[in-house]
T-cell receptor, first 116, second 112 residues
Framework: DTGVSQDPRHKITKRGQNVTFRCDPI?????LYWYRQTLGQGPEFLTY????????KSRLLSDRFSAERPKGSFSTLEIQRTEQGDSAMYLC??????????????FGPGTRLTVT | GNSVTQMEGPVTLSEEAFLTINCTYT??????LFWYVQYPGEGLQLLLK?????DKGSNKGFEATYRKETTSFHLEKGSVQVSDSAVYFC???????????FGQGTRLTINP
């Protein structure tokens, strides 16, 4: 299977700890996105990369959040000093060109974070 | 800003019933429109898409038509199956803005 993969699938941490998630995109995709999904809601955009450049960050991405894609392949999302409000599913997606400037995004299975 | 509004769920139907899930959007320019599906315990999967007005996206018996005049992209299926039980998300991406904007999702349950 050559889809988007995420690791870990589940993470339980105590408030105040740091956590890091990894996303491996589909190999030929140069764009990579992070979203957050809370229970009963649709995913919300956090940030995206084209190759190694981080091109847009949402206001949802507070100073405690940092994302990297150092070699334009896999990406990491780190949350420092976790809070209970950070509990959510963190989704990664990668994209290919569709047409007229639009990209088609494919999602990974997500990392479910629980902050206790 | 851009936004997507879906009909509120949950929606419960009997097998072989006709399905409509309404989706309307607000966006500048000419967005692309998508339906994603999330089966229990699985990640989001792209179900269908349409990139310009009057396009019809279709997949697995589901259809949706991009209606610019009514800013809508309603999802339909003529005869649903138990295996269609899932959460369905309508989403858009506008030209020049690469992020997807999602609706809140509609949970669909099909009873045998």
């Amino acid at each position: 299977d050559t889809g988007v993969s995420q690791d870990p699938r589940h993470k339980i941490t105590k408030r105040g700890q740091n956590v890091t998630f990894r996303c491996d995109p589909i190999s030929e995709h140069n764009r990579l996105y992070w979203y957050r999904q809370t229970l009963g809601q649709g995913p919300e955009f956090l940030t995206y990369f084209q190759n190694e450049a981080q091109l847009e960050k949402s206001r949802l991405l507070s100073d405690r959040f940092s994302a990297e894609r150092p070699k334009g392949s896999f990406s990491t999302l780190e949350i420092q000093r976790t809070e209970q409000g950070d509990s959510a599913m963190y989704l990664c997606a990668s994209s290919s060109w569709v047409t007229r400037g639009h990209y088609e995004q494919y999602f990974g299975p997500g990392t479910r974070l629980t902050v206790t | 800003g851009n936004s997507v509004t879906q009909m509120e769920g949950p929606v419960t139907l009997s097998e072989e019933a006709f399905l409509t899930i309404n989706c309307t959007y607000t966006a500048t320019g000419y967005p692309s429109l998508f339906w994603y599906v999330q089966y229990p315990g699985e990640g989001l999967q792209l179900l269908l898409k349409a990139t310009k007005a009057d396009d019809k996206g279709s997949n697995k018996g589901f259809e949706a038509t991009y209606r610019k005049e009514t800013t809508s992209f309603h999802l339909e299926k003529g005869s649903v199956q138990v295996s269609d039980s899932a959460v369905y998300f309508c989403a858009l991406s506008s030209q020049g803005a690469q992020k997807l904007v999602f609706g809140q999702g509609t949970r669909l349950t099909i009873n045998p």
